[in-house]
């Protein structure tokens, strides 16, 4: 998805457009599906489609000392609730494969635990700032689809990520290792997709008490799938207690409900080209909800039920709406953290509109959030331009805000 105005074009395995940015209001990876299905009967009717629901709901270390903090981390073994034996526990110093294109990478092996949800392994890759560098933050990158690949790999993003490093950044790349390519969305016992959002929102704790030093800020971004990894963690799992920025791109949606169901919903369908015309105008999406490869992958938290995608069990557009980012009690003020949402105009599939109404949810909530787009496709960060505009806004947003 590209925007920046002011949330998961999603599901991929694996000058600015459309205008000035919109200023903020005061204060799957399953392939890029676009392809429309079949059509699903909407039980929740028309009203219950439209309305968007946004509820409002120590003094920094030496320099060296925090670089060489960056590259170890802390074992923060017992990080989380001992009570309730969430958290994150070190499984082994390293990870299968190499640890990473840029120079001095690491990677350690992690095990998280949250919710009651099954543990699942995440593979942590930390660059720590070049030498030299003045430590200026910690940013966390997370792929689409699943979540199982790499942020990283094409030349663009490998590039843009080292510069990031010789600006003083520590970054942080995590790959999930779940079975099944189901990557953080894996959950047998069908919690849903907020719940499995804890695994993140436990990730980002981990990685904020390991790599973050004194007033360096937390920021974050991730792509299609991981751009609803990131959405579903500051709106559903009180992420935006930690990050000070969230950089989501080809995503995520507002409401799960019209991402899986609202194909043949006139009403829907309506407010979806308007919402590209206000919002991303150069934009060219094909659809206005999720294809099949997308909805089944939200399925994989919902055990053997299938309500987004309606292969096994009926579609249930109720419970998918009430595991919205923008449902009854979800955090879209976020007074501590900047959202820039992020959209490709080349982006054949729905995430446009649903981001963009992500973003209008947000604003009209008070969030702090943009809305933006650049002249490139669903993979946002694997093109120059995508790539550029993302450093562009870590450069000028990740800033300590708390």
Known sequence: MRFDRGFVGFLCVGAMGCGAEVPSAPTVDAAADVAVDAPVEDAAGADAVIALDAVITADAMSAADGVADAVLGRDVAAEGDARSGDGVSVVREGCDGPAGALPGTTCRTLEVRCGGLAPVQVA???????????????????????????????????????????AGFTLVERQWLAPRDAGWFLDEAGRGVPAAACRYATLLRYVDASYRRGAQPLCATGNSGGSAELGYAITRQDAGELLDLAVPSSGPFHRADLACGGATDAAWQAECRALVQRNCPRCSPRACSLGGGPRQL????????????????????????????????????????????????????????????????MRAAGADVTFGSEATGHEFQSTDAGARRIEQVLMSDCVRRR
């Not at 910690?138 to 990520?161: C, E, H, I, Y």
């Open 124 to 166: 942590l890759r930390v660059t720590p700032p070049t030498a030299g560098a003045a430590a200026r933050g910690v940013v966390v990158f997370g792929s689409g689809g699943a979540g199982t690949g790499l942020w990283s790999g094409p030349a663009p993003t490998d590039a843009m990520m080292g510069r990031l490093a010789r």
């Open 298 to 361: 939200l399925d994989l938290s919902y055990g053997p039920s299938t309500p987004c995608s309606g292969v096994r069990t009926p579609v249930d557009l109720a419970r998918m709406r009430a595991d919205s980012p923008v449902a009854p009690g979800a955090r879209l003020r976020l007074p501590r953290t900047r959202v820039a949402l992020l959209i490709g105009e080349a982006d054949e599939g729905p995430y446009a509109a649903l981001s963009a109404a992500l973003y209008e949810a």
